[in-house]
C-alpha cells in the first residue's frame, strides 16, 4: 500500500466520510438540549472550527439559520459545495476559532469533537470563549466537547473504526504517540487506509492537542464570566443521563449558558 504524508484536514472528502458518520446522534441531541435548556427559541447558529461542514449541512437541511468557519480552506470549499448542492446558502467561511465575530447573534453555538484542543495556549483558548460569549444571545447556549486528561492513566491509547459511502471506503487508526502534561501536549497520530474500486493508499498525519485536566478546564471556563456551566454529558449524547464530573472523566461535553 502506498503511503502518503499529509495534512488529514487536506483531505476533505475522506475526513467527512471518517466524522460524518455520528452527525445524527450528535444532531439529535444537541436539539434536545436545544429543547431543554435554551429560554428563548433556537433559530440562529453557528459552529467554530466547522470543518467540512457535517453539521452544518443537517441543520441547515432541518431549517436552522447556520454559519461556521475554519482554517482549512479546502474543508470550507467542501462544505460550501455540499450547501450549494442541497440548494442553501454557502454559510460558512474561513477564519480563526479563537478570532471572529457574527453579522447577527446567534442562539447557539457549538464545538462538538475535540476540535477545541488544536488551540496551543491558554492565552487562544481564553479568546476563543470570548467570541463565543461575544456572538450569543443572552441566554445563548454553548457546546463544547472534548477529551479530559483522566487522573488515572487511560487504558486505551488507541482506536479504529471505518466508513463507508458508495465504492470509497476508509478505515482511521489514531494513537497518543505521547503525553506532556508540563507542556500540556498530546502528540496524536492518524492514518487513514483509502480503498477505491481501483486503487488503495495510506494517509498518514500527526497532530498536536493542548491537555486539559478537570481543575484546567474550570479554570477556563471561570475566566469568561458571561459564560456559566448548566450541565454535563459524556460521547453517549443521551439528553436523559448527565455526568458527575471525577478526576477521572475523560469524554465530556459542557453545556454553558451566555448570562
Not at 475522506?14 to 439529535?28: K, N, Q, R, T, V
Not at 441543520?59 to 467542501?78: P, Q, R
Not at 447557539?108 to 470570548?130: D, G
Request: a neutral charge.
Amino acid at each position: 500500500m502506498d503511503t502518503i504524508a499529509g495534512h488529514l484536514y487536506d483531505y476533505p472528502k475522506y475526513y467527512d466520510l471518517i466524522f460524518g458518520s455520528d452527525w445524527a446522534a450528535e444532531c439529535h441531541f444537541l436539539q434536545s438540549c436545544f429543547k431543554k435548556y435554551s429560554k428563548r427559541p433556537v433559530k440562529r447558529l453557528f459552529e467554530p472550527a466547522c470543518g467540512t461542514g457535517r453539521l452544518v449541512v443537517q441543520f441547515a437541511k432541518s431549517g436552522y439559520e447556520i454559519a461556521g468557519n475554519d482554517l482549512n480552506e479546502k474543508a470550507i470549499a467542501y462544505c460550501n459545495a455540499r450547501l450549494k448542492r442541497a440548494g442553501l446558502p454557502e454559510s460558512t467561511f474561513v477564519g480563526d476559532m479563537a478570532d471572529f465575530t457574527v453579522k447577527k447573534k446567534v442562539d447557539a453555538v457549538f464545538n462538538m469533537i475535540n476540535t477545541f484542543r488544536h488551540l496551543p495556549t491558554e492565552k487562544t483558548a481564553e479568546a476563543h470563549f470570548r467570541c463565543v460569549a461575544d456572538s450569543l444571545n443572552k441566554g445563548g447556549l454553548f457546546f463544547l466537547g472534548l477529551h479530559l486528561t483522566p487522573k488515572t492513566p487511560p487504558k486505551c491509547t488507541s482506536e479504529s473504526w471505518s466508513a463507508t459511502r458508495g465504492n470509497l471506503s476508509v478505515v482511521s487508526n489514531l494513537w497518543s504517540i505521547g503525553t506532556d502534561l508540563k507542556k500540556r501536549e498530546e502528540r496524536i497520530g492518524v492514518t487513514y487506509d483509502v480503498y477505491t474500486p481501483t486503487k488503495q493508499f495510506r494517509i498518514t498525519d500527526e497532530t498536536v492537542f493542548r491537555t486539559y485536566n478537570v481543575e484546567q478546564m474550570f479554570s477556563l471556563i471561570a475566566s469568561e464570566p458571561r459564560l456559566r456551566v448548566v450541565e454535563m454529558y459524556d460521547f453517549r449524547y443521551d439528553i436523559n443521563w448527565p455526568i458527575d464530573l471525577t478526576n477521572d472523566t475523560e469524554d465530556i461535553v459542557y453545556v454553558l449558558q451566555r448570562v
